[in-house]
């Protein structure tokens, strides 16, 4: 885990507004149409949507939180579903509650 690199990703409100709607995805997202459940996460498409920004965006977001560990992608599918890593983001905390 590197504290520097998530802080950067977490830099950004859209990817921090991410992370928020992905610990709820319940509450936050319609349910899926081919999967009833949210255990592998959420469709990029229903992200998307919530954001309001283009599919490249989100994508080029997922993809540095990905890098990061901060998300975690499954695919069903021609579809990516992506989940919070809740082990990196505890880390991550407790991290920066040492650290700083």
């Excluded at 998530?6 to 409100?13: A, E, F, H, M, R």
């Excluded at 990817?15 to 936050?28: G, H, S, T, Y």
């Excluded at 977001?61 to 992506?82: C, E, F």
Aim: hydrophobic fraction near 35%; include cysteine; proline fraction near 4%.
């Amino acid at each position: 885990m590197n504290i520097i690199e998530i802080s950067k990703v977490l830099s950004n409100k859209t990817r921090v507004d991410i992370l928020k709607w992905l610990k709820d995805p319940e509450a936050n997202f319609p349910p899926h149409q081919d999967i009833d459940h949210f255990d592998d996460g959420v469709c990029v498409g229903y992200i998307q949507d919530k954001a309001g920004l283009s599919q490249s965006t989100i994508s080029t977001y997922l993809n540095s939180m990905q890098n990061a560990d901060l998300v975690i992608p499954t695919r069903h599918g021609k579809w990516t579903y992506y989940k919070r890593n809740e082990k990196v983001l505890q880390a991550y905390v407790e991290a920066l509650k040492k650290e700083l």
